[in-house]
């Protein structure tokens, strides 16, 4: 999968662990959402998200017109708030990309899939970076993209 961030078509995100799970929210519409990850099923149409540009690998996330944000170490897609910016980076080694917060430090704050059945929740922290050349992340820190027009 080459580098191939689109902006503003609709997408669907899923995680590299095993089974290859979507990226989603609930079909309920509170005003809060928990962002999860939903096991693939035949015949169901996945969650779509839609990337918009704000500056180089900088983008806003929105899920069914709901801002993707981070709340207290978590995903979750809400009606109202100010939109989370999110540093979006392609990692050739992998063949995948992090996703972690924008901050003003070189800290790696991003997506972390859960790999135990007690939630499915996409929880946000520190990324942990294996000391290589190029950097190891785990696959439950890596996603991967399916665009609609392709």
Known sequence: MPNNLKTD????????LDGNPYVGVPQILPTILP??????EPGVQPPRFIFR???DNVYTLTINGLQVIELEGKLF?????DPQEWVVTYRENHDAYTIVKRLDSPEEIGWIAPIDNNSRQ??????IVGRSF???YPPQELYRFEFADE
């Open 53 to 55: 540009r704000v500056g």
């Open 35 to 40: 962002v999860n990850l939903i096991e693939r």
């Open 9 to 16: 078509s609709e997408v669907v995100i899923y995680s590299a």
């Open 134 to 136: 190029p950097p190891f």
């Open 77 to 81: 897609a809400v009606v109202e708030g």
């Open 122 to 127: 996409i929880r946000v922290g520190p990324l």
